[in-house]
């Protein structure tokens, strides 16, 4: 994946820069499409052509993987759950609430 | 009374949990399911079943959600271009955290990564945020989400798509040192 140039940058030298061959709107192209392909979603052809984009391009492999991670720990992520106490107080004041009004 | 009563025990907790991920803390999250279930018991005898009870409450409370965001007048939600995530340093390409040869269960066992984890989610703008909490947190699919906030799948999807880009971006830029589990758990080990 071609790195996003910050100001102030100075280009890199061709023989630094990432190699890449298709340059850096296939990334881009990859980049954009990224969720549909990790929640298998896309079309045989299209998962083939960016399966073969990864074997090409670390950059955007490592990409990938570190949002398959994120959306794993996203997935798995604990939320706290209530205790009996606060679950009844809750409907009483629900209750009470619907009656005032 | 008794139909309530078991629309409140079935779901409390689900919506409860939605809430708090929404919310970020558990007083917030109370008013929110209160607020949920008083809209629910008022509305109970309309509800004529064409969405699944579980997806008619998530609905009632995004909007309750979004109508308490309203009254603290907030700044407006920012848009998400797919331009901010392109990495500008080699280190952004992958999550600076230590999770390698961890399941997601055992990696969120570090206090810290859940609290960058939970800060990230925290930071996205709203609109965003409900659509990755209702997707890859709550599971459900994309044409629910859709269905609860009124958009199509394809805008789902986009959300959903940049929500997952900006969270990635907020974990690579974390930096966490080794994992460091819950005190209590490093003494049941």
Known sequence: MAKRQTSGQRPRSSTTRHQHDHGKSRC??????????????????????????????????????????????CRHSPAPGLSPIDRAVMRQNILKT???R | MKAFDKLYRDHVDLIYRFA??????????????????????????????????????????????LRMRRRRKGAPDRELSLEEFIPTSDGEFRL???????????????????????????????????????????DLSAKEVGTIMGLNERAVKSRLHRARL???????????GQAEPDHEHALLG
């Not at chain 1, 074997?55 to 794993?72: D, I, K, W, Y």
């Not at chain 2, 079943?49 to 909007?63: K, P």
């Open chain 1, 28 to 73: 881009l192209g990859i980049l954009r499409q990224l969720s549909a392909y990790i929640d298998d979603e896309l079309a045989g052809d299209i998962c083939h052509e960016i399966r073969r984009h990864l074997g090409a391009c670390p950059n955007c492999e490592v990409f990938v993987a570190s949002l398959r991670q994120t959306v794993s720990l």
């Open chain 1, 98 to 100: 619907a009656r005032i």
């Open chain 2, 20 to 65: 708090h991920r929404l919310c970020g803390e558990p007083e917030a999250a109370k008013d929110l399911v209160q607020d949920t279930f008083l809209n629910a018991y008022r509305g109970f005898e309309r509800f004529r079943g064409d969405a699944q009870v579980s997806t008619w409450l998530y609905t009632i409370a995004s909007r309750a959600c």
């Open chain 2, 96 to 138: 600076q955290i230590p999770i390698d040869g961890l399941s997601p269960e055992e990696a969120l066992q570090n206090k810290q990564l859940r609290h960058a984890l939970d800060t990230a989610i925290d930071q996205l703008p709203k609109k965003y945020k409900m659509v990755l909490i209702l997707r890859d947190m709550e």
């Open chain 2, 166 to 176: 900006f969270v990635r971006r907020q974990l690579s830029a974390q930096g966490l």
